[in-house]
């Protein structure tokens, strides 16, 4: 590539970059050949584990996202991590995600309004929504696919006000996947591999920039040390406990349940000057 006509300026200046960054680091550090094979063994690891979204998606994807979404108005973005599954089924707001008949854990009605940063509600914007269950497992990846393929996953499209209203599970806090080499640069280097509880939501509007974030919880043990640094203040939310006995009845809930009211906010398409 370098050095052909076909060079690709951007390119050029990026991997001339890195390695500059790279051989500054192998002199800092004073790093030996034993040490340069033993990174070479390991990158051969982590790509015959299929481990390579995974360790770039913990290590390089929040910075990323900061980088990428600076200037941008409304709610804040996040990470999507390795865990997107597309096409997932298509529902109507008000609705109940996917999930077993004996779903673990606590319900959680999400609600809102979807609206542009000028404040226009986003008539059928939709919101893609994924998570992990209460038990920290998510569908596709380690929930088996004949229980329920699309548990706790949905594409839901707001309503004529953008409105949402959605019945979903309390999420719990996992680890990302620890027992590769992911999971033993996280132990090698004194990280721990948590997660906070979240959810994950991919937002799109054709008239606006698509929203790709996570909502979460107050109180979880992991919400300053998230393993992916994705965590952002604006995205915390406090769910209310619901548990008069009369308002359970009527929603036919056997238990307390939990409810979380956010509104999103999406920026305009950009048009770029012809
Ligand atoms: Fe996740």
Not at 26 to 32: A, F, G, L, M
Not at 109 to 136: F, K, P, Y
Not at 214 to 239: C, E, M, N, R, Y
Request: hydrophobic content about 40%; proline content about 7%; some cysteine.
């Amino acid at each position: 590539m370098a050095g052909t006509q076909t060079a690709d300026a951007r390119l050029t200046e990026v991997v001339n970059d890195l390695l500059a960054n790279l051989r500054g680091l192998i002199r800092k550090h004073q790093i030996s050949h034993d040490e340069y094979r033993r990174a070479i063994a390991f990158m051969m690891e982590t790509a015959a584990k299929g481990e390579i979204p995974l360790l770039f998606d913990v290590f390089l994807e929040a910075t990323v996202d900061q980088v990428d979404a600076a200037g941008r108005g409304g709610t804040e973005t996040s990470v999507e991590g390795p865990f997107y599954a597309p096409e997932a089924p298509l529902l109507r707001s008000p609705c109940v995600l996917p999930h077993r008949a004996n779903e673990p854990g606590d319900i959680l009605l999400l609600s809102g309004t979807v609206r542009s940063v000028e404040g226009d509600a986003l008539s059928g914007a939709m919101l893609d929504m994924w998570q992990s269950d209460a038990e920290g497992a998510y569908s596709h990846f380690n929930i088996p696919a004949d229980q329920a393929p699309w548990n706790l996953r949905a594409r839901v499209i707001a309503d004529q006000s953008g409105r949402f209203e959605v019945q979903t599970w309390v999420p719990s806090p996992y680890q990302v996947p620890k027992d590769g080499p992911t999971g033993a640069l996280l132990r090698g280097t004194g990280r721990h591999a948590w997660r906070p509880a979240h959810l994950h939501l991919r937002i799109t509007h054709e008239s606006c920039e698509t929203l790709t974030t996570q909502l979460f919880f107050s109180g979880d043990p992991w919400i300053d040390s998230d393993v992916v640094g994705a965590v952002k203040q604006s995205l915390i939310v406090t769910p209310a406990k619901h548990e008069d006995p009369k308002d359970l009845k009527n929603k036919g809930f056997a238990k307390p349940y939990y409810s979380v009211v956010y509104d999103f906010s999406l920026p305009r398409v950009m048009r770029k000057a012809a």
